[in-house]
């Protein structure tokens, strides 16, 4: 069955663009209404007030503040009248190669759809957002540097985001608390019955929930974390394709070989031989 609302898929080069001023403005009204995107959207607000919707939850945001849009949630762009903000837009392959503790950091971040943070932190921010605006006007742009300084802005949030801790309400059967739980055990557990039980909900209503917010299914993104944590063990580790289908808990490899296959087009070996050879010592 087809969307009802539309989700956007990133057509930016080398899957990155910094996003300030016109160029922002042009963005935000692309489209009003309700839709996803399948890339990550952080952004900065300096000055002014914004109403935040995302997953159905209207927050008004006064800067100083942080706002995140995690990879296929619904929301609503802002009216940014009096508003001072810039974006950075990057997609799962711009930061694929990066290492698995930073990956893990990002998925802290955008587990939340703001921070409201001090003028003297986000002043600390500018200065790297400004090297970042720099080089991402250039035409030759080198993508080495703004994925360093994008590792330096994911890090510093997510020592906000632990400054500034969620205190989160609502756990019973919430999306929220369904990505929470995902984020812990999706390694150990690829069962949906797993997850619903423990939220204490039936699998049709924690489907019906995620599918609310993300258009996927409750599988679908346990089978995300589990192909994003394949790729990311296949690129960074020694280990082999048996130890690494054992470590994410499938029976046997020739099940994770199928796996993998089936939602890349490649088996884990092949994937692993061309990034070994592309990858820079």
């Not at 703004?146 to 801790?165: D, G, M, Q, R, W």
């Not at 919430?174 to 557990?189: A, G, T, V």
């Not at 939220?199 to 996927?216: D, G, Y």
């Not at 061309?274 to 010592?281: A, G, R, T």
Request: net charge neutral.
């Amino acid at each position: 069955m087809d969307n009802i609302l539309p989700r956007y898929n990133i057509n930016l080069k080398n899957d990155f663009v910094f996003l300030e001023k016109e160029d922002l403005h042009q963005f935000m009204h692309s489209d009003l209404n309700a839709h996803s995107h399948d890339y990550y959207i952080l952004s900065f607000l300096y000055e002014g007030k914004v109403a935040h919707l995302s997953d159905f939850k209207h927050e008004l945001v006064s800067s100083p503040a942080i706002l995140m849009l995690d990879i296929d949630q619904v929301h609503t762009h802002p009216d940014m009248s009096g508003c001072k903000i810039v974006s950075i837009a990057f997609s799962t392959n711009f930061i694929s190669d990066q290492q698995p503790k930073f990956l893990q950091k990002v998925s802290k971040v955008f587990s939340r759809p703001f921070i409201n943070i001090s003028s003297d932190e986000l002043i600390q921010l500018d200065e790297i957002i400004r090297i970042m605006a720099r080089e991402g006007s250039k035409v030759n742009k080198d993508y080495e540097l703004i994925k360093a300084l994008l590792h330096v802005i994911i890090v510093h949030c997510n020592n906000l985001s632990e400054t500034y801790p969620v205190f989160e309400q609502n756990k019973n059967g919430s999306y929220d608390s369904f990505r929470l739980l995902l984020k812990e055990n999706f390694i150990k557990q690829h069962q949906v019955k797993f997850y619903a039980d423990t939220l204490n909900v039936s699998t049709r209503v924690l489907a019906n929930l995620v599918k609310s917010s993300t258009f996927k299914t409750p599988k679908q993104l346990i089978d995300d974390h589990l192909l994003l944590e394949a790729k990311r063990l296949l690129y960074w580790s020694e280990a082999s394709v048996k130890e690494i289908a054992w470590q994410l808990g499938f029976e046997t490899d020739s099940y994770f070989n199928r796996f993998f296959k089936k939602h890349t087009g490649k088996t884990p070996k092949e994937f692993h031989r061309k990034h070994s050879d592309n990858k820079i010592e």
